[in-house]
């Protein structure tokens, strides 16, 4: 996986019709995988706001959401909110409906219901 970062902040490129985060993200790791069956994993570790500007300091290194979710993007699918803490930590462990055909899908990490932006997706 790849956080959202350079010209994908923000709404200018979005992918697969998804707008970036409104801020530069990083990651330590994360891996997403999605099996014919619809099931889904995604962990991430350490998905927080870049330490750098536009980051106002105070927020520079951490998460500021609660809740992530996972969006599955052949037909837009997206799951309910999973826990994730301050550090960026949150592993999403669910089953989807996958629509048939499910062609060439990306996983995103986003932001939880109401918050329809990515913070990592997977294909980096």
Do not use: E
Not at 38 to 56: D, E, I, S, T, Y
Not at 70 to 77: F, G, H, K, M, R
Not at 90 to 97: A, E, K, L
Request: charged share 10%; glycine share 12%.
């Amino acid at each position: 996986m790849t956080p959202v970062t350079g010209p994908y902040v923000g709404p200018a490129n979005p992918v697969r019709g998804v707008a970036g985060g409104g801020l530069p993200w990083i990651l330590t790791a994360g891996t997403g995988s999605l099996k014919t069956d619809g099931h889904l994993l995604v962990k991430v570790r350490g998905l927080v706001l870049a330490n750098q500007a536009p980051v106002p300091p105070a927020l520079q290194g951490t998460n500021p959401f609660p809740d992530f979710r996972a969006l599955v993007s052949c037909q837009s699918i997206s799951t309910g909110d999973f826990a994730a803490n301050t550090a960026g930590d949150s592993t999403i462990n669910t089953t989807v409906s996958l629509p048939k055909p499910c062609i060439a899908p990306i996983v995103f990490v986003t932001g939880p219901t109401g918050f329809d932006f990515w913070f990592s997706v997977t294909g980096s």
